[in-house]
């Protein structure tokens, strides 16, 4: 039986001090939680290994090899948390899969560089104040996010 999220909200506090007692003052339950989070760890660390071992996805129907974070990221010159910059600022949508790695086909790769190039190459006059110049190039970001958008799937 779960707890509805209105019953959690009003007694989530009290609910996690009694956990937290618990845990402090019992042995057994603390050395029964700390098992149960080495066996979630080893289990999610397994899942990441075997999809890192041999990364495919299902692309218009067919099975392609892809690429994880790390390997585009080596290949593009970029980190890992500049692509995800790049997705929450909206310049690229998000990976295919994302659980339990980040996984791109070598088309997105070369999108993802494409996009790091104009990016590095325009810095200076996207951070600037706005003129005839950097409006220009906002518009050819614009167009450059439209078309990466429109290819990410295929």
Excluded at 89 to 118: C, D, H, M, W
Aim: hydrophobic share 30%.
């Amino acid at each position: 039986m779960g707890y509805t999220p209105e019953w959690w909200e009003a007694n989530r506090d009290k609910v996690n001090a009694k956990r937290n007692d618990k845990y402090n003052s019992d042995p057994e339950y603390r050395e029964a939680a700390q098992k149960r989070a080495r066996a979630y760890r080893e289990k999610k660390k397994a899942e990441r290994d075997k999809a890192k071992a041999n990364p495919t996805l299902e692309v218009g129907g067919k099975t392609v090899p892809a690429l994880t974070t790390g390997d585009v990221c080596y290949k593009v010159g970029v980190t890992a948390s500049r692509i995800k910059y790049m997705q929450r600022a909206g310049y690229l949508p998000n990976a295919l899969v994302t659980r339990p790695v980040r996984l791109y086909t070598k088309a997105q790769s070369t999108l993802i560089g494409k996009l790091e190039k104009f990016l590095r190459e325009h810095q200076d006059t996207l951070r600037g104040p706005t003129t005839p110049e950097s409006a220009a190039v906002s518009k050819k970001l614009g167009t450059l996010t439209a078309t990466i958008a429109n290819q990410w799937e295929t």
